[in-house]
C-alpha cells in the first residue's frame, strides 16, 4: 500500500503535470472502482485542477466548482502518466479502471490481482473530503515529542498497530512502520503504555526522520520523471522485505511476524533484546489488535 513517501511524490508528480489543467473526460471502466454516486462524474468534466493534497493515504484532486477526486490505491492500486503526443487518445485499456483525460495528457489508474480494493470518491467541498477522512495525526504538524507521546498512548496497542492506525497517524503502513522500529531500536509488540519518556522521544525522531528520509530518497530516484516503481520493499530498507537477510547494522538474520496477509520484518538483536517472536505465540496476542481487513488500515 503507498505510504507517505509514495504519496507525497506521487502528488508532487501531479502538480507539476495537472495543476491549471483542464480534466476533459473520466472514463470509469471498473464496477467496484466508484464509491459515490453524487455528484456524476460528467459534473468534473471540464472542470481545472486547482489543488492537489494528501488525505491520510487518499490523494486528493481539487477542481474548479468545488468538487474533488479522491483517489485511495490500496494496497495494488497504482497511478501512471502518458503526457499529450499530438495524436488522439486511445480508448483505456482493459487493465485501466479509470482514465482521466486532461488537455495535455491522461492519468489511468491500474490494480494488480483479483481483488478490486481501489476506491475514487468524488465529493463536494471540505465537508466532503472530511467525511473520509479517517482523523490521524500528521507527524509533521505536531509541535513537540510530547504531543507525538499523547497521541501514541491513547490507546494502549503494540507499537506496530499503533503507528499504522489511521485514526491515530496518518500515512503510516505496513513497510514504513518496520522501518522506523527499527531506526528507533524498539519492538513491534511492545505496548504503546509501556514506553519509558526517552524511549517515547525516540520514537518520535525516528518516525520524522525515516519519513523524511524516504520523501528525499524517492524524489531524488524519480527525478522528474512519473513515479512508475511504487512497491512496498525498496531497495536501501533495513528491515522490510528483508527476512533472512543481514541485519545492515549489527549482521544479525532479519525476522518476521506473520499474521494473516501482514508481514512485520525486525531485527531480533536491535530491537527485541535477541528475543525471537514466535509467529504462533504472537498470532493471538495480534488477533484483537491488528487489523481484519486492508481497508482498516487505510
Not at 471498473?30 to 493515504?57: D, M
Not at 468524488?122 to 466532503?128: C, F, L, N, T, Y
Not at 512497491?231 to 527476512?243: I, K, L, N, Q, S
Request: positive net charge; glycine residues 8%.
Amino acid at each position: 500500500m503507498p505510504e507517505y513517501p509514495d504519496l507525497v511524490v506521487y502528488i508532487d508528480a501531479l502538480r507539476s503535470r495537472i495543476l491549471g489543467r483542464t480534466l476533459e473526460r473520466v472514463h470509469i471502466t471498473s464496477p467496484f472502482l466508484l464509491r459515490t454516486a453524487a455528484p456524476p462524474t460528467s459534473n468534473v468534466e471540464g472542470n481545472a485542477v486547482i489543488e492537489l493534497r494528501r488525505l491520510g493515504k487518499r490523494i486528493c484532486i481539487g477542481l474548479e466548482d468545488d468538487l474533488w477526486l479522491v483517489l485511495h490505491l490500496m494496497i495494488a492500486g497504482r497511478l501512471h502518466w502518458k503526457g499529450t503526443t499530438g495524436a488522439s487518445p486511445a480508448k483505456p485499456s482493459k487493465r485501466d479502471l479509470a482514465a482521466f483525460e486532461f488537455d495535455n495528457g491522461r492519468l489511468t489508474l491500474t490494480e494488480a490481482g483479483s481483488q478490486r480494493r481501489a476506491s475514487l470518491h468524488i465529493v463536494r467541498g471540505e465537508v466532503g473530503l472530511a467525511d473520509l477522512d479517517p482523523g490521524g495525526i500528521e507527524i509533521f504538524d505536531l509541535k513537540d515529542h510530547q504531543a507525538f507521546a499523547t497521541a501514541l498512548q491513547s490507546e494502549n496497542h503494540t507499537l506496530k498497530r499503533a503507528l499504522t492506525n489511521p485514526r491515530l497517524f496518518s500515512g503510516i503502513g505496513n513497510a514504513y512502520s518496520d522501518e522506523i522500529l527499527f531506526a528507533a531500536q524498539l519492538s513491534p509488540v511492545k505496548l504503546t503504555q509501556k514506553l519509558t519518556p526517552e524511549e517515547l522521544e525516540r520514537l518520535y525522531t525516528a518516525t520524522r526522520a525515516t519519513l523524511t528520509e524516504w520523501v528525499d530518497r524517492l524524489g531524488k530516484e524519480t527525478g522528474t520523471d512519473f513515479p512508475e516503481g511504487v512497491t512496498a520493499f525498496r531497495e536501501g530498507m533495513a528491515v522490510h522485505g528483508r527476512y533472512k537477510l543481514p541485519c545492515l547494522r549489527c549482521g544479525t538474520k532479519i525476522q518476521r511476524i506473520r499474521y494473516a496477509s501482514n508481514e512485520t520484518n525486525y531485527c531480533p538483536t536491535c530491537q527485541t533484546g535477541g528475543k525471537l517472536l514466535a509467529d504462533r505465540a504472537l498470532s493471538r496476542i495480534l488477533r484483537d489488535d491488528w487489523p481484519k481487513t486492508a481497508e482498516e488500515l487505510g
